[in-house]
């Protein structure tokens, strides 16, 4: 019998039941949803030699994607170690451990990245330190958005056309892998994603979240295709909560509480286009939940459960606006940067001279690098501008090609993260120029600021990016120069420069390697996947 066969004893327990809610409207209601990708993404890492019999599997979960690994490494021989933290229900937790898993609980956030971050940090131990370990990566393996193409052929099957589809977004998965299959019979497909307050996701300033299980990230996982999304709505947990309960006394679905934010929205959309088929993904019951969401006695402790909740939700003009309730906002397919960068522009207009940072220049005349010929003609002075957080539109025009945009920060999501930085005065913002035009761009943070992986007193160097129209040219090499030179210019003391580089990253890591950087042995796992870590030495 093949691995592949042997891996599918669980598969029916995959298949959602279809509900029929109301006249346009379906429920998608998932015993457990997170069962379809782990399994598809456990086939293809065997297919691939990546997962060995007697193998740990080893993942950062707290919810039901850490309980499908479970349930599989327990069919399949494979021992199994999760990351996760205090938002880990406890009945959760203990079947866990009933399963054979070893569950670790990361109680502090990292200063960047908050709790998810954290819990990547001990993942990234577990796999340096277990032989034979496997990390299924669900923010960012590729195989979890594919694994929905099963689920969007069902429900092709089971309804025909389908012409609106509402889900929660978390990692990405299951709406932008079954949107994508669900396009292409039916190209007009509207796609509706449910996110809440204060959750980096679709462009929220990150802030303090409430207890939300599903819902909210403080990361933005690169399975996130924010291109299939033409509308997206952000619910508070009491609005979530009480949509829950509400799913179960009006047609007996006892879900959890993503399931009820999925409902609350397509319940509204279905209402206002009445001649629509539309379907909600309920991605897991409610079992987990007993103790919280079905628990009077802890409802009366969520923030205004009590009060009067929006039966509607309110447009608002960006989504970076502050949001205390229901909130809506019209994304038209677009991705993140297009949208921030219209909040950027806003932002930026309203803003007045007094609050710019003096600027700050530096040169580096072209004999100081190792470039050839050509390069040094093409530039032969490039200077280093201290940007404020407010000049975004001179850097604005420094597009990467698509597979150089996965491993580089949003420019946008940078200003917006300068804007909101609790500690401004630790992050520099630089436009690399050569003959008076902008070429680069790139972030030096000191401090508190410095990510969990760099030692004291260092500096480390973010969003890297030189403008495709000027790439070839060694700008790359001249920002990593130029950045030195400012370091030892204005903090004499400081006497490295670090930076993480994706692995998958190749043309980054000969750039760094050139520029004078060396590979410090040390790994991070950051929500793109794995990073390496380079330092130079600064004399």
């Avoid at 690994?69 to 406890?90: E, F, N, P, T």
């Avoid at 019209?330 to 522009?345: F, K, Q």
């Avoid at 917006?416 to 005065?425: D, I, Q, V, Y």
């Amino acid at each position: 019998m093949s691995n592949r066969t042997l891996m599918r004893n669980l598969e029916d327990f995959e298949n959602p039941r279809i509900a029929k809610l109301s006249d346009g409207l379906y429920g998608a209601s998932f015993f457990l949803m997170k069962l379809l990708p782990a399994r598809f993404i456990l086939e293809r890492a065997v297919e691939r030699g990546l997962l060995k019999p007697g193998a740990t599997i080893c993942e950062s979960s707290s919810g039901t994607f850490g309980l499908a690994l479970a349930m599989l490494a327990v069919q399949h021989g494979y021992k199994c170690i999760l990351v996760s933290d205090w938002g880990l229900d406890r009945h959760l937790h203990r079947r866990l451990m009933r399963l054979g898993a070893h569950v670790e609980i990361v109680k502090e956030p990292a200063l960047t990245g908050g709790i998810q971050q954290a819990r990547l940090n001990r993942l990234a131990e577990f796999l340096k330190m277990t032989p034979n370990s496997y990390w299924p990566s669900q923010y960012s393996n590729p195989d979890n958005p594919l694994s929905y193409a099963k689920f969007a052929e069902q429900l092709i099957h089971r309804l025909g056309k389908i012409d609106c589809l509402v889900g929660p977004v978390g990692s990405g998965g299951s709406m932008c892998g079954t949107s994508k299959f669900l396009r292409v019979p039916f190209p007009d497909l509207h796609v509706v994603g449910v996110d809440t307050p204060n959750s980096v996701l679709f462009g929220q300033p990150i802030g303090t979240q409430e207890d939300l299980s599903g819902l909210g990230g403080e990361i933005i996982p690169s399975n996130v295709n924010h291109s299939h999304f033409n509308e997206v709505h952000w619910v508070t947990p009491a609005e979530v909560f009480d949509a829950t309960h509400e799913l179960l006394r009006d047609h007996s679905l006892y879900m959890g509480p993503t399931s009820g934010a999925a409902y609350k929205v397509a319940d509204w959309w279905s209402r206002k286009n009445p001649e629509k088929k539309v379907v909600a993904i309920f991605p897991d019951e409610g079992h987990r939940y007993v103790e919280t969401v079905y628990d009077e006695e802890w409802l009366s402790t969520v923030p205004n459960w009590s009060g009067s909740l929006r039966q509607q939700p309110v447009e608002v003009a960006a989504p970076t606006e502050e949001l205390t309730a229901w909130s809506s906002y019209p994304w038209g397919r677009r991705t993140l940067r297009d949208v921030l960068s219209g909040s950027i522009e806003r932002l930026s207009s309203q803003s007045v001279s007094p609050h710019r940072q003096p600027v700050n220049r530096l040169t580096l005349e072209s004999d100081t690098l190792p470039l050839s010929a050509e390069a040094a003609d093409a530039h032969p002075v490039t200077t280093l501008q201290e940007l404020s957080p407010f000049d975004h539109s001179k850097v604005a025009h420094l597009q990467l090609e698509a597979e150089q945009e996965q491993f580089v920060d949003p420019l946008e999501a940078s200003f917006l993260e300068l804007r909101n930085a609790s500690t401004p005065g630790l992050h520099h913002a630089f436009a690399i120029v050569a003959r008076d035009e902008t070429v680069g761009f790139f972030i030096l943070r000191e401090g508190a600021a410095v990510p969990e992986w760099a030692p004291p007193q260092v500096f480390t160097l973010h969003s890297l990016r030189v403008g495709r129209a000027y790439q070839g040219n060694g700008y790359g090499r001249a920002a990593a120069q130029l950045a030195a030179q400012w370091i030892l210019a204005n903090r004499p003391s400081i006497k490295r420069l670090m930076l993480g580089v994706n692995v998958r990253n190749v043309t980054a890591r000969l750039v760094y390697l050139n520029a004078g950087f060396r590979d410090t042995d040390v790994t991070y796992q950051g929500p793109a996947g794995t990073q390496n870590i380079f330092e130079l030495e600064l004399v």
